[in-house]
């Protein structure tokens, strides 16, 4: 168990790499494989791939399953979900500090 958590946590390493570097080819043939499974961190690879303006990432994420609402907004999996509009609605306030990065503002 503890090998395979590894070696998913060495692709998230690779897959951020091809994300910094822009190679949709080789994350998609070497690194994630057709398969969502392949990716520890999917939240933060996404966001990574949002901020950096990669979109044909974002849209092969979606093509695979990629489903925004269970990995951002699921209350099971995330502090911020809540749906009601009150002090403690944290949902796109911490979405949106995901997003909007000192990195992200660069490239504004």
Avoid: P
């Amino acid at each position: 168990m503890k090998i395979q958590r590894k070696k998913i946590l060495h692709l998230d390493y690779l897959l951020e790499l091809s994300l910094d570097w822009n190679c949709i080819n080789t994350a998609k043939e070497w690194i994630i494989q057709d398969s969502l499974d392949n990716i520890y961190d999917k939240k933060s690879i996404f966001c990574r791939a949002l901020t950096k303006q990669r979109h044909r990432f974002i849209h092969y994420f979606i093509q695979l399953g990629f489903e925004l609402d269970e990995v951002f907004f699921h209350q099971k999996f995330n502090s911020f979900a809540a749906r009601n509009y009150n002090k403690n609605n944290k949902r796109y306030k911490e979405f949106l500090k995901i997003l909007y990065t000192e990195e992200k503002r660069l490239y504004v």
